[in-house]
């Protein structure tokens, strides 16, 4: 049930682009993207509904394909801030939003300077 | 300010001492969930709570007990730690409503000698 995330790490110059993925094998009725530094707090970056909508939010956006139960974070332009684990959460489409995540193991961006 | 509060940040203690760590929200959330994070294992739920007095099991709840007989508070007690329980506990909640995302504390990092 727990989603699948790809790539495990991936590492980055600054100014480079970088895509995660995240699938599920349910149908899911939302899909959350957090960004966690070391030994933080995951803080939120944005929450996906079925739909196909896709959002941006400052040089980071994603998308939610729904027939295929997959989300993808991209990440243009990176900077040094952006370094740290990116999670998926996952909410099993049952018809309303409950708020019970499941989440992926996560993706390590590290970018250098 | 909006907060999820968990206490205590640090704790060590040895094997078969019973233990709490309390969460507490100041939002008024309905929805509430403890998660566990070890090294390459990302977010893994442990318990979940709908409302007061209404609890479920994640994918990891053995050695686990919570209780929510309040909506601001959810502890989490672990009755007899095992070293395998040491981890970094996450609290978190959400007002479960459409784009609302988790709320997470500070987290709690336990080590069972």
């Known amino acids: 049930q727990q989603p699948v995330q790809s790539p495990q790490a991936v590492i980055l110059r600054e100014g480079e682009d970088a895509v995660i993925n995240c699938s599920s094998s349910?149908?899911?009725?939302?899909v959350h993207w957090y960004r966690q530094k070391h030994g933080e707090a995951p803080v939120f970056l944005m929450i996906?509904?079925?739909?196909?909508e896709q959002k941006g939010h400052e040089k980071i956006s994603a998308s939610f394909n729904e027939k295929k139960q997959q989300s993808s974070l991209y990440l243009t332009a990176s900077q040094l801030s952006y370094s740290g684990t990116y999670f998926c959460?996952?909410?099993?489409?049952?018809?309303?939003?409950?708020?019970?995540?499941?989440f992926g193991k996560g993706t390590k961006l590290s970018v250098k300077p | 300010e909006a907060q999820v509060t968990q206490n205590p940040r640090y704790l060590i203690t040895v094997t078969g001492k019973k233990l709490t760590v309390t969460c507490s929200q100041n939002?008024?959330?309905?929805?509430m969930s403890w998660y566990r994070q070890d090294p390459g294992l990302g977010l893994r739920q442990i318990y979940y709570?709908?409302?007061?007095?209404?609890?479920d099991k994640g994918d990891v709840p053995e050695g686990y007990k919570v209780s929510r007989k309040e909506k601001r508070n959810f502890p989490l007690i672990l009755e007899s730690p095992s070293p395998n329980q040491t981890s970094l506990y996450f609290c978190?909640?959400?007002?479960?409503?459409?784009?609302?995302?988790?709320?997470f504390g500070n987290g709690t990092r336990l080590t069972v000698t």
């Open positions: 959460g996952t909410e099993i489409g049952y018809g309303g939003s409950q708020g019970n995540l499941i």
């Open positions: 978190a909640s959400t007002e479960g409503t459409v784009n609302s995302p988790l709320h």
């Open positions: 939002m008024n959330h309905e929805y």
């Open positions: 349910k149908a899911l009725y939302s």
């Open positions: 709570s709908m409302n007061v007095e209404v609890t």
């Open positions: 996906l509904l079925k739909g196909g």
